[in-house]
């Protein structure tokens, strides 16, 4: 099923998942703010990326380094300089466009068609704020285009406190802001958005190995944590794409509703970064192999994806609709380890105080240990359609027979199956089945 974007759209603002930044002031193009079961997908998201890349393994470290940086940096990586991108303007409606933009075809104005009239012109995409009172003698620096360049920069401090030994990593998730020509679609292109980024330092001729080993990894994280084999291709770059410090790159692309785009970029960066910021800040970044006794610049894979943009891959994929029995069933068949909410408490009748409080009862105990709600406000079936419709994972019923024999149902989301579980044994079973 091809999903329609504007569902998505329309779903992830009426259930709290992400509305328009600065909405009551018109909003603010491409920012986005994530609502109560947005926050939870992304942290969710945030969590599955450390486990497996921090968490799993013993040679990848983790850092938080600040977004404004010293601005020599971007000297250095080169973005001061070639972080741009080619745009053309409408001289007839004064709108602007990224020139590599499918939106534009035959280099007509895909507003008013109107052929664009001059060359594309280049804009740098960062950035600018200052630091000190006074606007003229304040220090110009960045917003971070990207997390990379703090791992970079703190390379020695990671080598002198963990003393790792080739290959090894350093993994950040944080904000990144780049002034996009083209917005839109929705959350893919942001002007703030967060990254997850791996440095991977390894020996100079183990490269190439190194580098279809973690496009394998990262393609397998996607599809292990639910999205559609089918949505989801490699496209290689080709030699004239590379970025200037790349020796190859691998992109991870998904099937959006609006074509096939990048989730996740794999590259290997040589040794430009370190040899680049060695120069630059006359410090000496290169490794030193005791056993060989040399010293040398190691070469970094550096696998780099979106938070914001895997969010919407994994919402538009998980995002059904189904008939059951005659009527419409929307539901998020999100991963169990993403899904915002794990467990929905829901009393049959609310006419009965004792159901109601042993509900409550239930949903305040359970709230320790899984992220769960409890809801009153409407009949069962459509207190369950609303569950479905946000992905929780169970829902647990208590009913009049549960005052008896200390007993609930559980409502599985996907398969739709119920089963009744004593009270005391619930938070061990759902525990169970939910892997945690
Ligand atoms: P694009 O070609 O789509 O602009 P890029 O190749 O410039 O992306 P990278 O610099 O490789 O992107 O950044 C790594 C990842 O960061 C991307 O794969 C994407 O998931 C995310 N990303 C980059 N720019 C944005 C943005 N403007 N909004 C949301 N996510 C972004």
């Not at 075809?105 to 950035?127: E, H, W």
């Not at 406190?161 to 083209?182: S, V």
């Not at 509703?257 to 910021?277: S, T, V």
Request: with cysteine.
């Amino acid at each position: 099923m091809t999903v329609d974007i504007e569902k998505v759209v329309s779903l992830s603002k009426r259930r709290g998942f992400i509305f328009q930044s600065s909405e009551i002031y018109g909003g603010l193009a491409s920012s986005w703010d994530y609502g109560p079961l947005g926050v939870e997908l992304k942290k969710n998201i945030k969590d599955a990326w450390w486990k497996e890349m921090v968490y799993a393994r013993e040679e990848i470290f983790g850092l938080d380094a600040s977004i404004l940086m010293h601005p020599k940096v971007w000297e250095a990586s080169g973005h001061t300089q070639n972080f741009s991108d080619p745009y053309l303007i409408c001289t007839d409606c004064h709108k602007y466009y990224r020139q590599d933009s499918p939106e534009v075809k035959d280099n007509r104005c895909p507003l008013c068609g109107r052929n664009f009239s001059s060359q594309a012109t280049r804009a740098n995409l960062m950035l600018e704020t200052y630091l000190g009172p006074l606007k003229e003698t304040a220090l110009k620096v960045y917003l971070r285009p990207e997390t990379a360049q703090g791992i970079f920069v703190n390379f020695t401090n990671i080598l002198f406190t963990k003393h790792p030994k080739l290959p090894f990593g350093i993994a950040q998730i944080g904000k990144a802001f780049r002034n996009e020509i083209t917005t839109g679609n929705f959350t893919f292109r942001s002007r703030e958005f967060e990254q997850m980024e791996l440095e991977y330092f390894v020996l100079p001729e183990e490269d190439e190995q190194y580098y279809e080993y973690w496009i394998s990894q990262r393609l397998n994280w996607y599809i292990n944590l639910g999205i559609k084999k089918e949505n989801l291709r490699l496209r290689k770059h080709s030699q004239d794409e590379l970025a200037h410090y790349a020796k190859a790159c691998t992109d991870i692309e998904y099937n959006f509703p609006f074509g096939w785009m990048e989730l996740e970029g794999i590259a290997n960066r040589k040794d430009f970064d370190l040899r680049q910021h060695s120069q630059f800040s006359g410090i000496d970044l290169t490794y030193f192999d005791d056993q060989k006794r040399i010293r040398f610049y190691p070469y970094i894979i550096e696998p780099s994806g979106g938070v914001d943009r895997s969010l919407l891959a994994f919402l538009i994929d998980a995002y059904r609709e189904e008939k059951v029995r005659g009527e419409k069933r929307v539901v998020l068949g999100l991963d169990k380890r993403l899904a915002p909410i794990k467990v929905a408490v829901l009393p049959l009748l609310t006419n009965r105080p004792e159901i109601v409080e042993m509900a409550k009862k239930i949903s305040g105990e359970l709230k320790r240990s899984f992220v769960t709600t409890y809801d009153d406000t409407a009949g069962i079936g459509r207190l369950y359609r609303r569950q479905d419709e946000i992905g929780t994972v169970y829902c647990v019923t208590v009913d009049v027979q549960s005052l008896e024999d200390k007993k609930v149902t559980v409502r599985d989301r996907d398969t739709m199956l119920q089963e009744r579980i004593s009270v005391d044994k619930l938070k061990e079973y759902l525990a169970e089945k939910l892997g945690m």
